[in-house]
């Protein structure tokens, strides 16, 4: 293949007509860059960022920092990394991080705080997953020398697997003050934490605040094709440097993934309402097919899980049927399906997926 020569422009990606698509509701991480995104990252200035001299980078995390109301940020190559790192962070081996059960850290990440981190997930089931002072406090283990002691409480908000449930800021705000006075650190898997702000209609910065640590994603909702932020203090992300570069995430000119980043900072949050509607939308349809049941107090962001059992068959069943239709989701569980929705996905498109659901169900 003949590079790019200088004189030449970069063209936009040929799109399939609209109806030969797949639909793809499986993740908001199947995102594509936008053209803008794109024109960015051809023309990004670089440097060497393990020598922090690659002036996108330091742009991405000095305006990520700002948004946050914090001292400093670290651009990281996925939010797993950056989870990782603040474990690893806050904790030393054989401490004990109280999580949900269903947490993405603990479910979706290969137990890595423990491979890694050297950490005990303490977990616990709540239904909406929704974590409450009076459900961690009997987690915290005493201060008994021959005991594993509890070092950090992990938060994730949306919640992924409990349907992107939102933290109300009166109960973070609480757990990360309690936990405080009880000398334990708090982290947010804030993945999509600009989903969880605009259903609070607050901006980031005010419902993280009290956070010790916050992760959130550039790649899902925001639409950026690689990349997370970890946000804190200067001395926590001059430490989370450490682990970065220890952990393998130590990038040269990754400027050129940044620039992409910068505009899915300052751009997409703006149109995330978009996705949630879209998302009530399809979650309203979906509950008045037969044999599905959706909990729909519990569809608050962009993400739907819903129960198929009554369509006497499973969800890998219901997904595989789909995919040959053209539509893609993903079993959670062996009645749930995860369906999201994402910039990729505009009301069209959920009209169509419905009308190849109904008609799967017709013929079943």
Same mark, same amino acid.
């Given at each position: /293949?003949?590079?790019?020569?200088?004189?030449?422009?970069?063209?936009?990606?040929?799109?399939?007509?609209?109806?030969?698509?797949?639909?793809?509701?499986?993740?908001?991480?199947?995102?594509?860059?936008?053209?803008? @995104?794109?024109r960015?990252?051809?023309?990004?200035?670089?440097?060497?960022d393990v020598?922090?001299?690659?002036?996108?980078?330091?742009?991405?995390?000095?305006?990520?920092?700002?948004?946050?109301g914090?001292?400093?940020?670290?651009?990281?190559?996925?939010?797993?990394?950056?989870?990782?790192?603040?474990?690893?962070?806050?904790?030393?081996?054989?401490?004990?991080?109280?999580?949900?059960?269903?947490?993405?850290?603990?479910?979706?990440?290969?137990?890595?705080?423990?491979?890694?981190?050297?950490? /005990?997930?303490?977990?616990?089931?709540?239904?909406?997953?929704?974590?409450?002072?009076?459900?961690?406090?009997?987690?915290?283990?005493?201060?008994?020398?021959?005991?594993?002691?509890?070092?950090?409480?992990?938060?994730?908000? +949306?919640?992924?697997?409990?349907?992107?449930?939102?933290?109300?800021?009166?109960? +973070?705000?609480?757990?990360?003050?309690?936990?405080?006075?009880?000398?334990?650190?708090?982290?947010?898997?804030?993945?999509?934490?600009?989903?969880?702000?605009?259903?609070?209609?607050?901006?980031v910065?005010?419902?993280?605040?009290?956070?010790?640590?916050? @992760?959130?994603?550039?790649?899902?909702?925001?639409?950026?094709?690689?990349? +997370?932020?970890?946000?804190?203090?200067?001395?926590?992300?001059?430490?989370?440097?450490?682990?970065?570069?220890l952990?393998?995430?130590? /990038?040269?000119?990754?400027?050129?993934?940044?620039?992409?980043?910068?505009?899915?900072?300052?751009? +997409?949050?703006?149109?995330?309402?978009?996705d949630?509607?879209?998302?009530?939308?399809?979650?309203?349809?979906?509950?008045?097919?037969?044999?599905?049941?959706?909990?729909?107090?519990?569809?608050?962001?962009?993400?739907?899980?819903?129960?198929?059992?009554?369509?006497?068959?499973?969800?890998?069943?219901?997904?595989?049927?789909?995919?040959?239709?053209?539509?893609?989701?993903?079993?959670?569980?062996?009645?749930?399906?995860? /369906?999201?929705?994402?910039?990729?996905?505009?009301?069209?498109?959920?009209?169509?997926?419905?009308?190849?659901?109904?008609?799967l169900?017709?013929?079943?």
């Amino acid at each position: /293949m003949n590079p790019v020569s200088a004189t030449q422009t970069i063209s936009e990606p040929e799109k399939q007509p609209a109806s030969t698509m797949a639909i793809d509701l499986r993740s908001d991480t199947v995102t594509r860059p936008s053209p803008e @995104m794109r024109r960015a990252m051809a023309e990004a200035p670089v440097g060497d960022d393990v020598y922090a001299e690659d002036p996108t980078i330091n742009k991405l995390q000095a305006r990520a920092a700002e948004i946050f109301g914090r001292e400093a940020s670290i651009f990281v190559p996925s939010g797993s990394m950056g989870n990782l790192i603040a474990v690893k962070t806050w904790t030393h081996h054989g401490d004990e991080v109280i999580i949900e059960e269903r947490g993405h850290i603990h479910q979706f990440e290969m137990d890595s705080i423990t491979a890694i981190a050297g950490c /005990m997930p303490r977990t616990t089931y709540v239904e909406d997953g929704i974590l409450r002072w009076d459900v961690i406090e009997p987690l915290i283990r005493p201060k008994v020398y021959y005991r594993a002691q509890t070092a950090l409480v992990s938060l994730e908000s +949306s919640h992924n697997m409990a349907g992107g449930t939102v933290y109300p800021p009166e109960v +973070s705000d609480e757990i990360c003050d309690r936990a405080h006075d009880a000398g334990l650190r708090v982290h947010l898997d804030g993945a999509r934490i600009f989903n969880a702000a605009v259903y609070l209609g607050r901006s980031v910065a005010e419902i993280t605040h009290k956070f010790d640590s916050v @992760m959130f994603c550039l790649s899902k909702g925001l639409g950026a094709p690689v990349g +997370s932020m970890l946000v804190g203090s200067r001395e926590f992300i001059e430490k989370a440097r450490v682990y970065r570069k220890l952990f393998g995430g130590g /990038m040269r000119q990754v400027g050129v993934l940044g620039a992409a980043g910068l505009i899915a900072l300052e751009k +997409s949050p703006s149109r995330l309402h978009e996705d949630h509607a879209n998302a009530r939308y399809l979650a309203e349809a979906l509950a008045e097919l037969p044999g599905i049941k959706v909990d729909l107090r519990k569809v608050q962001t962009n993400i739907i899980i819903f129960d198929v059992r009554g369509t006497g068959r499973t969800a890998a069943e219901i997904s595989a049927a789909l995919a040959k239709r053209n539509v893609l989701a993903n079993p959670t569980g062996k009645y749930d399906i995860r /369906m999201l929705t994402h910039v990729d996905v505009d009301r069209a498109a959920i009209d169509r997926a419905l009308v190849e659901f109904r008609a799967l169900l017709a013929a079943a």
